[in-house]
């Protein structure tokens, strides 16, 4: 923790070390390693430790001061109207001061507060005083009325310095240079500079000597109402630079510092190096703002200067930036100028050797997550109903995303007003763990789908586009839009004040759907399985071994840190506030979550990457989800290991040079946070206190391959997809490179960014056996310790698929084959039952019993099978100079790993409940009666698909029944005739469809029945002629042969109608309706009745005999029609029919009775014999 | 024949549907629009018919109004009219022949409180006719069955046929073409919620664009078809399985594929000739 005291002494060995009063190496070795020489120690006393890790701090903080005074004078486009200073939002209050190191404990308001400005104060007291008239220095400026400069959103201002009062005499500074400026005003510049300056840094340097003890803090005035013009920009000019050799040091020790990882705030640094070299100031605005001239960095070519001059040192940033951001730099003219060298030399030959097609880009064009059966299907779900829901789930969310994307780009459209309905409706359509699970997991393979389509800034695309409209239009509207995509968040000034704005910020394009989505649902439930889903895909890829390939690695960051990022919104999400919070609130807030858990432990991943060599693939994500948390969070001291930790990592960590740019890169991002807790920022390495310490659990583990040392894995494009925010870097250029008049309409390059998709699939865990060390494991783990990596992953590999596949096939056919089967016998038992009328015994249970051994039997018979196949699959998958011995450790190895995987699993799910479910559902169906006779059609269907071979020849069934219909319709109606010929082609016609086409489904083929019967019938009615005994035998052999099962399926449909109302129907529903009101009807119609009875004679004979109609069947039919009242002459005719069916069975029984006694259908009561003679009677 | 249709030919052709009497539209239509296919005809007039019933049915068929043509009916048969009462009432009444039928057995068949008897009851009757013990009923709904070619058990097993045979039919080409493919059953077995008609094992490209899925339909395809199959099924296979591919066999009105906007669904007439396999460069 740093004294006021030993900030004094660090600010006075900074000044000594710039003024060249102190050497440079010396400061080096000391922030190396501590060794403190003679000339530091008699500044720094006994403070040299404390000063020591905090001098970067004071480094980064004593330069933002310097240049502040320039750098708010900055107007981006001098063509633009300028803003008044004051009425832009606090962004100037960001940067740790000097002063904020000393505050003890951190607090919410310590950016705020404690504004000592003592470096400002001392610089106040001597004020330069050139008075050099305005009119004289400068050519006559456009006057413009007062206006507004557009507030810009930079997070780089330095502390809150009001300094120049407007009462203060102005001071002329720099140079214009259009319009052309006359060569005596440089003259009268150089000469206030050199009056000026050099005093004014010395004086400063002995007066911060003096006053070190005392401390007094000045009031300074807020800067007021400021006239600003329209305004043109100084140039930059090299003779102009003053202070040249403080300024080279300065620039050293900040080049040494970066390269040492002793700056924590890298990328905030190169940003401010950046805004430093694009810097445009108004010569009026300088006199009128700024009179002083007294800092190394107040004037424009100072700055311009000492940027150019650091930037060309930190040559290991510039060899992982984007190949676009270094083509702005190649072409910006201020580098040009002040740094020609390296621009045409170094960094021309590093542009040209970075090769932007490394990473083969996979086009993705499917943007929508697939259905995977594993996954999806039937089997993953509790229940019929909940499955069916989710579908419906699937469809709406799909429905909603597509409406979004539709619509979110319309201004007037409003998200809540047109899907929250939709959504909540969706989220909770079915309130059960099973379904939100699924829609967790939806909802995050569809962010990853799209994180990984997410397009970066390119203006090569924006040209075609609106953007690229705008760009020739509206450039300033243009840089104002990419800044609020591209910006870092924290860099708005709304960050303090309103911090729930603000983590909706942090989710740019199509991640704004999904964050709205978790807010507008406003389902805890939801929200704690997608932590859920979250948290376990996060785990899966941190530790996923699918990482050797470079798109493979890309891929897993980028969705890691998607991940990542929403699990830090879900979690901190709710600790948001749009206020400010009091100090009392935040501390009452801090003590509420003293003992609250992260979802996630931090520490541990971060632990776990470091010993495996795997920071470069947890730390982006992990900086992901802390850059979200909220000011509260950051104080916890539960949070507080985890950022040492990364600290520490910041420092420390050895990775390869493109690996250790990122992970830098995002932790200074991360450290660069306006909550982070700055105190850490300066506490030494051992302060820090990380434990590193391997725990015994890590090192059993070892297989993952190491990555933080490839050299292959991280690439200028990766960098900026994982942080965006690197992008500001080329925009800063870029937007200096529009305004500027000479170079508009180049400098705007562009490079296309790879983005390769992501599948996510949850890695089934296999159910584990704890681990009781057996001497056989210990053999085998020695085994393989002494094998290459690559064969033990082979043999669990193989081993792993090998189960799943049986495992699926126990699922897919063991499982229902079986099932299939009880649910036949308990079909059998049913039946039984339902003819002793005695249900006693629930039969379900003894039969699951009974399934549940035969599928575990089963299993382990098919697991056997399958492990048959492994000695030819490692022999194609090991190293081939394995020696056979070896190989055939690793065939039993694996072959064991099945089996156990696979018992393992029937263990866990082939349980008595498994088959509950099923049967229980079956039983139900058995006692509703439904379904029956479908299953029992469509089965017999399904099984001539196989044997058939479809022959296109035959008629279409649906084509023979619009022929059937019409044909009786014309016989019925138009009396058309029908040849013997025509039937007969029909017959075989019909026959052909039925028997020799895979097209029919069961339902035309009843459909059929009834017309082919129909057909017959009434040509037994209306044209008897056609119609010959020998006809009628043809097509009922055609029935019996191709409804064998009429009979039975009688009886069957006998159940059906069972519930219909008594006496509405006779109980028989058979097709074969031959004497019923509706066919005496139309044989009252037949004009030649005699034949026509004949025929139906024969047709009830015939159908008898070929077991399609019972005896019994007709003697409920004629009872039916005696109920009726019927013309004598048809009752007649009936009695002669009955008559004839009477005595034909008479005929038949001797020979039945023997053949089948019990036979009660077939039984001969009379009651036919008694109905024929009844009709006979005339005076019916 | 052309089974592509443009939309003012379409509304054309609805026109003309519109102003026809009900009975034999289809030959009237061949003769106005002779370009067009028999099928395409046949079906834009069963559709018609089909939205038409849609609208009107629950008004023409209120307990009130069935009263009223219960009484026309048995009113008819004391009178001993000839057969086909019921045609007649449907001519006069609007209601296609095997819904007045279905109706009239309703009340026919109501139950002691005035409700309605068991669906399974009514639709087994339809079936089977001779099962109706009112001789009378039972022939004249008979008669009524035979005339119309949209409802009743008849109708309904043809266009459940229809839609077996072109699916049958499209597997049939796919296997020729050897691409392999999963089918309906075989997803159902498989336990997914959405099938489709089939499911490519191996995508292939039509016109330059890939295609996962391929359902059949085997009718006419005009905007509010279109629009309900997107809603039901289409969109359902896009979510799961991407782009895909539907096949109105009796065709479809120009440019519905814009209705998709970024969504890729293509729609044919026939299963492409033209398609891509993978791992063939061509």
């Known amino acids: ?1180 | 024949m052309a089974r592509v249709v443009s939309k003012t030919t379409y509304s054309s052709l609805l026109d003309s549907v519109y102003k026809l009497p009900y009975r034999n539209r289809v030959q009237t239509l061949q003769k106005l629009f002779p370009k067009l296919s028999v099928d395409t005809l046949k079906c834009v007039v069963a559709q018609e018919c089909q939205r038409r019933m849609k609208g009107s049915h629950g008004r023409l068929t209120t307990s009130d109004a069935i009263e009223v043509l219960y009484n026309r009916y048995k009113n008819s048969i004391s009178m001993s009219e000839e057969p086909g009462i019921l045609l007649r009432l449907s001519d006069e009444n609007g209601l296609t022949p095997a819904l007045l039928a279905r109706s009239i057995i309703e009340r026919h068949y109501q139950k002691s409180d005035k409700s309605k008897p068991a669906k399974l009851l009514v639709s087994t009757l339809l079936k089977n006719t001779a099962l109706i013990d009112d001789r009378d009923l039972a022939f004249e709904t008979y008669l009524c069955l035979l005339e119309d070619d949209e409802y009743g058990p008849i109708a309904e097993a043809t266009k459940q046929s229809i839609g077996y045979e072109y699916e049958i039919r499209l597997r049939m080409e796919l296997e020729k073409c050897q691409v392999s493919f999963l089918h309906e059953e075989h997803l159902r077995v498989k336990g997914y919620d959405k099938t489709p008609d089939i499911k490519l094992e191996i995508p292939v490209a039509v016109d330059g664009q890939v295609i996962n899925w391929i359902e059949s339909k085997a009718l006419f395809g005009d905007e509010e078809v279109h629009r309900g199959y997107l809603k039901d099924q289409l969109y359902s296979y896009w979510n799961r399985f991407g782009p895909g591919l539907v096949i109105y066999w009796f065709g479809y009105v120009e440019d519905l594929e814009k209705i998709h906007q970024n969504r890729t669904i293509l729609i044919r007439d026939a299963l492409p000739i033209n398609m891509i396999f993978m791992g063939q460069h061509s």
């Open chain 1, 1 to 1180: 923790m740093l004294t006021v005291q030993s900030t004094t002494c660090a600010m006075a060995l900074l000044f000594d070390l710039v003024a060249g009063d102190i050497s440079l190496i010396h400061v080096f070795t000391w922030l190396t390693n501590g060794t403190v020489h003679e000339d530091i120690k008699g500044l720094l006393k006994n403070e040299t430790e404390n000063v020591r890790y905090s001098f970067p701090l004071l480094l980064v903080n004593f330069l933002k001061e310097q240049s502040s005074s320039v750098l708010k004078l900055h107007n981006v486009n001098p063509h633009q109207k300028s803003n008044n200073l004051s009425s832009s939002p606090k962004k100037d209050i960001l940067l740790p001061t000097v002063n904020n190191l000393s505050l003890g404990s951190p607090s919410p308001n310590s950016r705020n507060v404690g504004n000592c400005q003592e470096t400002r104060r001392i610089r106040k007291v001597t004020p330069q005083r050139l008075d050099l008239s305005s009119d004289l220095a400068f050519p006559s400026l456009q006057q413009s009325a007062h206006t507004k400069e557009i507030p810009k959103k930079r997070r780089i201002n330095p502390t809150q310095l009001v300094d120049s009062p407007v009462s203060r005499p102005p001071l002329e500074f720099g140079s214009c240079s259009k319009p052309s400026p006359s060569p005596n005003i440089r003259n009268v510049f150089s000469q206030a500079k050199e009056q000026a300056s050099p005093k004014s840094f010395d004086q400063e340097r002995a007066l911060l000597k003096e006053k070190k003890q005392q401390l007094t803090i000045p009031t300074i005035p807020d800067l007021g109402n400021n006239t600003s013009k329209t305004w043109t920009c100084i140039e930059p000019d090299l003779n102009f630079v003053t202070h040249l050799k403080e300024l080279d040091r300065l620039s050293a020790l900040v080049s040494f510092c970066v390269s040492r990882n002793l700056i924590s705030s890298l990328y905030n640094e190169i940003q401010f190096l950046i805004q430093l070299l694009v810097i445009r100031v108004s010569p009026a605005k300088l006199k009128q703002a700024h009179p002083t001239a007294s800092g190394l960095l107040d004037n424009v070519h100072n700055c311009v200067y000492f940027s150019a001059k650091t930037l060309e040192s930190l040559e290991d940033v510039w060899c992982h930036v984007d190949p676009s951001t270094l083509q702005q730099m190649m072409r910006n003219p201020r580098l040009i100028l002040f740094c020609p060298e390296w621009i045409n030399d170094k960094l021309t030959k590093l542009f040209s050797s970075i090769k932007t097609e490394d990473r083969i880009p996979q086009q993705k064009t499917v943007a929508n997550v697939a259905f995977q059966s594993e996954t999806d299907n039937r089997f993953n779900f509790a229940s019929d109903s909940s499955f069916q829901f989710f579908r419906k789930q699937r469809d709406q969310f799909c429905e909603v995303w597509q409406n979004w994307k539709s619509n979110s780009s319309i201004p007037s459209w409003n998200m809540a007003l047109g899907l929250q309905k939709m959504i909540q409706s969706l989220v909770d359509l079915r309130r059960d763990c099973v379904n939100y699970a699924h829609l967790a997991r939806l909802f995050r393979s569809q962010l990853l789908n799209v994180a990984q389509l997410v397009k970066p800034m390119n203006n090569q695309e924006e040209q075609d586009g609106p953007l690229g409209q705008l760009q020739s239009s509206d450039p300033d509207k243009l840089r104002r839009l990419r800044e609020r995509l591209i910006n870092p968040p924290d860099s708005r000034p709304t960050r303090c004040v309103g911090v729930d704005n603000d983590i909706k910020m942090c989710f740019e394009g199509d991640q704004e759907f999904f964050r709205d989505f978790i807010i507008l649902a406003a389902s805890p439930s939801f929200n704690e399985h997608l932590k859920s889903s979250l948290l376990s895909g996060i785990e899966d890829l941190s530790s996923s071994e699918d990482v050797d390939d470079r798109a493979q690695f890309a891929e897993n960051v980028i969705a890691l840190q998607v991940m990542a990022k929403f699990l830090g919104f879900l979690h901190f999400y709710p600790h948001a506030s749009a206020d400010h919070l009091p100090e009392h609130i935040f501390h009452h807030l801090g003590r509420l979550r003293i003992s609250q858990r992260e979802p996630i432990d931090l520490v541990g991943y971060i632990k776990e990457a470091f010993h495996k060599g795997r920071l470069v693939l947890v730390v982006p994500w992990i900086v992901s989800y802390l850059t979200l948390a909220d000011p509260v969070s950051f104080c916890l001291p539960g949070f507080h290991s985890a950022l040492c930790h990364l600290i520490f990592i910041y420092r420390k960590a050895e990775l390869a040079p493109a690996n250790a740019f990122l992970v830098r890169i995002s932790l200074s991002w991360l450290f660069d946070q306006p909550n982070f807790p700055l105190t850490l920022l300066a506490k030494s390495d051992d302060e820090l206190v990380v434990e590193f310490r391997l725990n015994h659990s890590l090192a059993v583990d070892d297989q993952l391959p190491r990555l933080d040392q490839s050299k292959y894995l991280v690439d200028p494009n990766l960098i900026h997809q994982c942080c965006p925010f690197l992008w500001s870097w080329k925009h800063l250029l870029a937007e200096f490179a529009c305004s500027d008049a000479k170079s508009s309409g180049e400098g705007k390059i562009s490079v296309s960014r790879k983005i390769t998709p992501v599948s996510a699939e949850d890695s089934p865990s296999p159910v584990k056996v704890p681990a009781v060390k057996s001497l056989q494991q210990s053999l085998e783990e020695n085994f393989f310790q002494n094998q290459p990596a690559s064969v033990k992953r082979t043999v669990e590999f193989v081993a792993e698929r090998l189960a799943s596949n049986v495992v699926r096939d126990v699922r897919h056919q063991i499982i229902p084959r079986l099932v299939q089967n009880a649910q036949t016998s308990l079909k059998t038992w049913r039946n039984s039952i339902d003819d002793r009328q005695s249900i006693n015994k629930d039969p379900v249970e003894s039969l699951c019993r009974q399934l549940c051994l035969q599928v575990r039997n089963e299993s382990a018979l098919s697991a056997t099978s399958a492990v048959a196949s492994i000695e030819s699959t490692l022999t194609a998958l090991l190293p081939n100079d394995l020696l056979p011995q070896v190989k055939r450790v690793c065939v039993s190895i694996a072959s064991n790993l099945t089996h156990v995987k696979v018992v393992d699993w029937i263990q866990l799910h082939v349980t008595n409940g498994l088959f509950k479910n099923d049967l229980e559902i079956e039983l139900a169906k058995l006692d509703k009666n439904v379904n029956r006779r479908l299953t029992l059609s469509a089965s017999v269907i399904n099984d001539n698909h196989s044997l058939v071979v479809h022959d296109p020849t035959t008629l279409a069934p649906s084509f023979l029944i619009e022929r059937l219909k019409t044909l009786i319709r014309q016989v019925i109606r138009d009396a058309a005739k029908v040849t013997g010929q025509d039937v007969a082609e029909l017959l075989s016609n019909t026959e052909g469809t039925l028997q020799r086409r895979v097209d029919v489904t069961p339902a035309v083929s009843k459909c059929l029945q009834q017309l082919t019967f129909d057909f017959l019938f009434i040509l037994c009615v209306f044209q008897p002629e056609s119609v010959g005994t020998e006809t009628i035998l043809a097509w009922v052999e055609f029935w019996s042969r191709t409804y064998p099962s009429s009979a039975e399926s009688s009886a069957m449909a006998t159940l059906e109608t069972e519930e219909q109302p008594p006496g509405a129907l006779m109980s028989n529903t058979s097709i074969w309706q031959v004497l019923t009101p509706k066919q005496l009807l139309l044989l009252a119609q037949s004009t030649s009745p005699r034949d026509s009875w004949t025929l139906v004679s024969t047709l009830l004979v015939q159908l008898i005999k070929f077991d399609l109609l019972r005896y019994k069947d007709v003697q409920e039919q004629a009872v039916a029609v005696v109920r009726q009242e019927w013309p004598q002459e048809l009752l007649s005719r009936f009695a002669t029919c009955v008559r004839d069916i009477v005595d034909w069975h008479r005929s038949q029984q001797p020979k039945s009775e023997s053949s089948c006694p019990d036979n009660e259908d077939d039984v001969d009561d009379g009651l036919l014999s008694w109905l024929s003679w009844f009709c006979a009677q005339d005076d019916l």
